[in-house]
């Protein structure tokens, strides 16, 4: 069924207004970041966030892992698992989860669920 311009851009509008009603509290301190999560159609990206400084100091996507067989929700908890590695190197144990405008659960839930398997605490 197609869509009409109006349509998709209520959809973007009531994303948008999801997003930052989970921004207005969810906020990342140096001592505990925050660790946002984007998912596409193809892939699922996160990031953990210094908000003060504005910089990203871990990250991680889909597109890194080398197995494409992996379903997308394996694929998450890999991505999940990676991040969480790779922000423990700097030292990184406890950050704020972003849902962003996603629900909890499926692949978020899967990415947030790995990052714990892999030892950061949210």
Not at 17 to 39: C, Q, S
Request: hydrophobic share 35%.
């Amino acid at each position: 069924m197609a869509k009409t311009t109006r349509e998709l851009i209520a959809r973007q509008a009531m994303r948008q207004r999801r997003h930052y009603r989970v921004r207005r509290k969810v906020a990342g301190m140096p001592e505990r970041p925050r660790l946002t999560v984007f998912r596409s159609n193809r892939g699922i990206y996160a990031q953990v966030i210094d908000d003060l400084e504005g910089r990203t100091l871990a990250s991680a996507s889909s597109a890194e892992l080398k197995d494409s067989r992996l379903s997308k929700r394996e694929q998450a908890e890999k991505v999940g698992e990676l991040l969480a590695g790779r922000a423990r190197e700097r030292n990184i144990e406890h950050v704020v989860f972003d849902r962003g405008s996603y629900l909890y659960h499926g692949r978020v839930k899967a990415l947030a669920e790995g990052a714990r398997k892999g030892g950061i605490q949210f």
